[in-house]
């Protein structure tokens, strides 16, 4: 578990602890401390936590997600070894567009989810599914081979790991 | 064929004006040598990185052996899944399908996703004569494209330029394709990456085709796999309604769990992550979510030839990673548009002529001399793919070529050549340590020079092919590397263990060099890699 924050936090993405009970709130605030008042919000279907003002997403268009601030979703598996959170874009995810045009995403994350390494991830992923993989947020070492983050998929990323 | 670029000089006169360039050389130095340091950092943070490497190069050698049926496996799994496959046995026809597909949805332009097969095939070109726009949106893509330059790397495109440079050509040309830079726009990194979100979310936000590359293809799933950093991919990949994705039929893994072990080596090797930020797999159509018109162009374009070759058949196992561009002491001098490909460094030195064939133009026949034979390359390399074997055997067959042709009487000596070819690129042979290699070599040299003379020896498979199925491995042999918290099974032991070991008779037993086909699929009937003697 310290692994898998320590790798995430390495990314430059922001990882929040609570207990599964306070994961509303918690959720408010970091959308609260990380977005300008009046900002749009979208979720997904049957997330199983309230987010105030949320939207449900029922097949916005590109264009439309792109008036959204920030997404909130769970996830399926987290891997300690590379910070890495997988979606599969089922119940609590959402359409992969939802986690890609807006510049927030917060990603909860339970701690029964998170395996130890790669490998393990795999054993427990549906091929059939989509797979989202990400570790941090958006960037891109193109310019002289350093890393920037922000670049298209969205430039903050902050889990919320449920302990 | 189009693996190199059209009216390139051979690599020795090209590296020479290269090696004039301070501003290149300077450029290059500095972002080979972040990039090495990364890399360096994140490997030695496994233990098992070599069983990994062993496992990596196993898993394609077996999937390379037995092409033909996980070929057909991945049409039918991706035909279930609701894609539609396509076969192509050259530039020309995969071009021909992404136009076509592009066409009947009456577009005049489509967002890509960096893909080296696209690049490989001249897919821009090929799409601009039928009036399609391609709008690269990988950022280094983008600053090729939009300097009007060539690519000289095959992870970073524009490594060549300098953030200075990058400014410059945002500033002037972004007006000209779409929304253009901010005008305050600095050369600071982050302004300029985000000069490229801006300029290029209209593009993602109003494209109705896209098309990309892969990764890796799953034969038992019809999953394919893009890896990527900034997020363009998921947008192309995601946004459109038509996606069409061009892979070289040397990208299929025959199962899901092996993705596994290329998920460990590929982003270690290439940017030196730990994990790539963004990693995309879908399986065809998924109702609701992403394209619902999902196309895949499987693709030759020489890779049957390559795989032909006994010695350089190795190649296909290359998963793009540029590991060993950033540690070769030639690249790093001359840059990648020295070697007039698409696939420069030296994995192009050794793809280039494999794809082509020698003996074709003189520009090819000069790659397998790029280089001073030091090694550094196979032990950077993720799947082990031994290119210095690879390149005198090459050197070999140029050789072999331009004593057959008409009118060549003077036959240079294949390692005269090969000194002359590198000599004024470095300043000291010591300093690369071409000493203690170069010898060593030689002996191979003659080895190989040997076998492909003596009729009846039999060439073994290169690589690690002996290790037998990586299922195997995983659950009897301490290669495969277990999960680090038991958790997560194995794949159950295979029936019997493998014959291994021996050459794939693509022609006469001892015969070097046979050529293999891939049948055209014939009103549904399944396409085949179909052996024929040379
Ligand atoms: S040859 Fe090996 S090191 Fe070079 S790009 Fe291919 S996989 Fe990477």
């Given amino acids: 578990m310290d692994l898998f924050v320590e790798r995430v936090e390495d990314y430059r993405a922001t990882v929040t602890r609570c207990a599964a009970t306070d994961a509303a709130a918690v959720i408010g605030s970091v959308l609260g401390a990380g977005l300008p008042a009046g900002s749009k919000v979208v979720v997904p279907p049957d997330l199983p936590w309230e987010v105030v003002d949320g939207v449900v997403d029922s097949g916005l268009s590109a264009t439309e997600l792109d008036c959204f601030a920030a997404v909130v979703t769970s996830a399926t598996v987290a891997i300690a070894e590379t910070g890495t959170i997988v979606l599969t874009h089922g119940a609590g995810q959402g359409r992969r567009a939802i986690t890609l045009v807006p510049d927030m995403h917060v990603c909860v994350v339970r701690a029964d989810q998170v395996v130890a390494d790669v490998p393990d991830a795999f054993a427990l992923l549906d091929p059939v599914r989509p797979h989202t993989w990400i570790s941090g947020p958006s960037a891109t070492s193109d310019i002289e081979l350093s890393r920037v983050e922000g670049v298209h998929g969205p430039r903050t990323l902050h889990v919320v790991l449920l302990t | ?534």
């Avoid at chain 2, 051979?10 to 300077?26: H, I, Y």
């Avoid at chain 2, 994995?347 to 794809?355: C, E, F, S, T």
């Avoid at chain 2, 520009?363 to 210095?388: E, H, K, M, N, W």
């Avoid at chain 2, 690589?463 to 301490?478: D, K, N």
């Fill in chain 2, 1 to 534: 064929m189009t693996t190199t670029f059209v009216g390139m000089p051979p690599f020795p006169s090209a590296a020479r004006t290269a090696l004039a360039d301070t501003q290149l050389r300077t450029n290059l130095a500095h972002a080979t040598g972040t990039i090495r340091a990364k890399r360096t950092a994140v490997v030695a943070e496994i233990d098992d990185w070599e069983e990994l490497r062993l496992a990596g190069a196993a898993i394609k050698d077996n999937a390379l052996m037995h092409l033909g049926s996980h070929l057909v496996r991945l049409e039918t799994a991706l035909a279930e899944r609701g894609a539609t496959v396509h076969w192509a046995r050259d530039a020309a026809e995969a071009c021909a399908v992404v136009s076509t597909v592009a066409r009947s949805h009456g577009v005049d332009e489509v967002v890509k996703v960096k893909s080296m097969a696209t690049a490989e095939i001249g897919l821009n070109e090929a799409l601009a004569a039928q009036g399609i726009a391609a709008w690269e949106t990988d950022l280094a893509e983008l600053i090729v494209q939009l300097g009007d330059d060539l690519p000289s790397h095959i992870l970073v495109p524009a490594i060549h330029r300098n953030r200075a440079e990058i400014r410059d050509i945002f500033a002037s040309a972004m007006g000209e394709v779409g929304r253009a830079a901010p005008d305050d726009l600095t050369d600071d990194p982050s302004r300029l990456a985000e000069a490229a979100r801006l300029h290029l979310r209209e593009k993602f936000l109003r494209a109705r085709v896209a098309v990309s590359g892969a990764n890796f293809a799953v034969a038992e799933t019809g999953t394919l796999v893009v890896v990527e950093s900034e997020g363009n991919g998921r947008m192309c990949l995601t946004l459109p309604q038509v996606l069409v994705s061009v892979v070289g039929i040397e990208k299929v893994v025959p199962t899901w769990s092996d993705l596994d072990v290329f998920l460990q080596l590929l982003p270690r090797s290439s940017t030196g992550e730990r994990m790539n930020p963004y990693t995309s797999t879908w399986t065809g159509v998924t109702p609701g979510d992403g394209p619902q018109e999902v196309h895949v162009v499987l693709l030759d374009n020489g890779r049957t030839r390559a795989l032909a070759d006994t010695v350089g058949r190795q190649a296909l196992r290359c998963i793009r990673c540029s590991a060993c561009l950033n540690v070769c002491p030639v690249y790093e001098r001359t840059g990648g548009h020295a070697y007039g490909s698409v696939y420069p460094g030296p994995i192009g030195a050794i793809l280039n002529p494999l794809l082509t064939g020698v003996g074709v133009d003189e520009q090819t026949d000069s790659l397998p001399y790029a280089s001073t034979l030091c090694g550094a390359c196979f032990d950077a390399c993720p799947v082990r793919i031994d290119i210095p074997s690879v390149l005198v055997d090459l050197r070999a067959q140029v050789i072999d070529a331009h004593r057959s042709a008409p009118g060549h009487r003077h036959v240079p000596n294949a390692e005269a050549l090969a000194m002359r070819a590198v000599s004024w690129v470095l300043s000291s042979g010591a300093r690369l340590g071409l000493a203690e290699r170069g010898t060593g070599l030689l002996g191979r040299a003659s080895t190989l020079l040997g076998q492909r003379t003596s009729p009846g020896v039999a060439v073994r498979w290169p690589g690690c092919l002996a290790l037998g199925r990586r299922g195997r491995m995983r659950a009897t042999c301490p290669l495969r590397r277990p999960s680090r918290s038991g958790a997560g099974g194995g794949a159950p032991p295979a029936a019997a263990p493998r014959q291994v070991g021996r050459e794939r008779s693509f022609g006469h037993p001892g015969s070097h060099r046979g050529s293999a086909v891939i049948g055209r699929p014939v009103a549904g009937a399944c396409p085949t890699v179909v052996p024929v003697l040379a």
